[in-house]
């Protein structure tokens, strides 16, 4: 099974993106095989609809679980419709820390979005 992260670098040594459509790269683990990849997030620089795009790009790699600090509305229903679980974890971590908690059963998955879906926005 592969699993994505977003990613600030290439490596699993590299830090956890904190977003999730906008992410520079995504690192997938297969876990059957334990290779790790890289893929550029060529849906980061989208207008609008980045997540959704970036969800139709891990599908594409084959990716059934995404490890994310939070995920929004547009995200998450794409996500599901592809089939594809969502689990969060605590933002500053390497994408190996994170992996390691998803292994050893320590995060939670996601079944709403994280936040309130403004996009970044807040109200006055």
């Known amino acids: 099974m592969k699993i994505a992260i977003p ?3 290439q490596t699993k040594s590299d830090l956890v993106d904190e977003r999730f459509g ?3 790269y995504y690192v997938i683990y297969d876990n059957d095989t334990n290779e790790v990849t890289c893929i550029d997030n060529t849906a980061k ?3 609008s609809g980045a997540g959704g795009q970036a ?3 891990l599908d594409k790699q084959g990716v059934k679980v995404v490890l994310v600090p939070e995920v929004g509305p547009k995200a998450l229903e794409a996500l599901k419709a592809f089939d594809i679980k969502a689990y969060t974890y605590q933002k500053d971590h390497t994408i190996e820390k994170v992996l390691e ?3 050893a059963g320590g995060l939670a998955q ?3 979005e994280s936040h309130g879906g403004y996009h970044g926005l807040t109200r006055a």
């Open 55 to 57: 969800v139709r790009l």
């Open 22 to 24: 906008r992410a520079s």
């Open 101 to 103: 908690q998803y292994q």
């Open 45 to 47: 620089d989208e207008v």
């Open 7 to 9: 990613s600030k670098g």
């Open 110 to 112: 996601v079944v709403t």
